[in-house]
């Protein structure tokens, strides 16, 4: 039995995966490392063969989140993590956020993380911040973090997948599944993982259609996790609130292609909270009351009005 599972899918990523796997070892507690190469043609699961002390799986292209399931179907841990394969653990978290988990009988040991920008070297630590209402904060009330930063109870999330039809957004619904949970969390202090930013295609870089179906995705989960939380009698003004702030940028985003259907998630915004205020400058409030949403999105997509 290992301490803590860690899970890494990967594709096309040899030029990044030791430098994560090697992270991932941590003197101090019994560390079960899984790689699920996901059709790599880069030479990543020949590699793979040789490192020892690292389950290897290979799959056929199926994407992250079947990879991810694949993973936790082996995992073995008391805990589980998620970690990209281009980006990297912290030498101590393992170790010390275990040592937390352990000694206050936490389901999730949270934290902040650090940004690392491959073209500058720049980093930048974006520490965790305290909320009383764990929902509220993954629904976007304050900063929620990145849970590549978290050490999760197995037995918590081991029925909470990784879901294909919000792929794009996968991980963002899966920490929302895990919230309202109501897990008993312990803070640690210091960055959990260093999230790379460099100029190679990332899952959640998107552009054209993908874009599009990216600002969509982000909506529909908002939408099915505030049906549940209604559905379970937890769905508060503070929590409403808290998903409007993230939706509406979406929202607004997402009309540029398609005004009518965004119109739609407006109105159901206003059923939500209807005293929201959409964060416009007065012109447009004012536009979108004498014209209607959708109009005047389109009328700004050709300019003939001004935010």
Not at 39 to 49: A, H
Not at 95 to 101: D, F, G, K, P, S
Request: hydrophobic share 40%; proline share 4%; glycine share 6%.
């Amino acid at each position: 039995m290992s301490d803590i599972s860690v899970v890494i899918p990967t594709y096309n990523r040899l030029w990044s995966l030791p430098q994560a796997i090697s992270s991932c070892r941590s003197n101090g507690c019994r560390v079960e490392i899984i790689v699920v190469d996901d059709g790599s043609t880069d030479g990543t699961w020949d590699w793979l063969q040789a490192q020892t002390d690292v389950v290897a799986i290979r799959t056929e292209n199926w994407g992250k989140d079947w990879a991810v399931q694949t993973a936790m179907e082996m995992a073995h841990g008391d805990y589980v993590r998620f970690l990209d394969s281009d980006d990297w653990l912290t030498p101590q978290a393992n170790r010390e956020q275990l040592a937390i988990a352990r000694q206050t009988g936490a389901d999730v040991v949270v934290a902040g993380y650090e940004d690392h920008d491959d073209a500058t070297g720049v980093r930048h630590v974006n520490d965790w911040v305290d909320c009383d209402d764990f929902i509220a904060q993954q629904l976007g009330e304050v900063w929620s973090s990145h849970y590549s930063a978290f050490l999760f109870r197995r037995e918590l999330v081991r029925d909470i997948p990784h879901r294909q039809d919000f792929a794009l957004r996968d991980d963002r619904l899966f920490i929302l599944e895990v919230s309202m949970r109501k897990p008993r969390l312990a803070v640690y202090r210091q960055p959990g993982f260093v999230h790379r930013r460099h100029g190679s295609e990332r899952l959640q870089h998107t552009a054209g259609f993908k874009r599009d179906v990216g600002y969509w995705t982000y909506i529909s989960i908002f939408r099915k996790v505030l049906a549940m939380l209604e559905a379970q009698g937890e769905l508060t003004l503070r929590r409403k609130r808290a998903a409007i702030g993230v939706m509406w940028p979406n929202v607004r985003s997402f009309a540029k292609a398609y005004p009518t259907e965004a119109a739609e998630i407006v109105d159901w915004i206003y059923r939500l909270d209807p005293d929201f205020k959409p964060p416009v400058r007065p012109v447009l409030t004012l536009a979108y009351k004498v014209l209607g949403f959708a109009m005047t999105e389109r009328l700004l997509r050709f300019r003939v009005l001004w935010p």
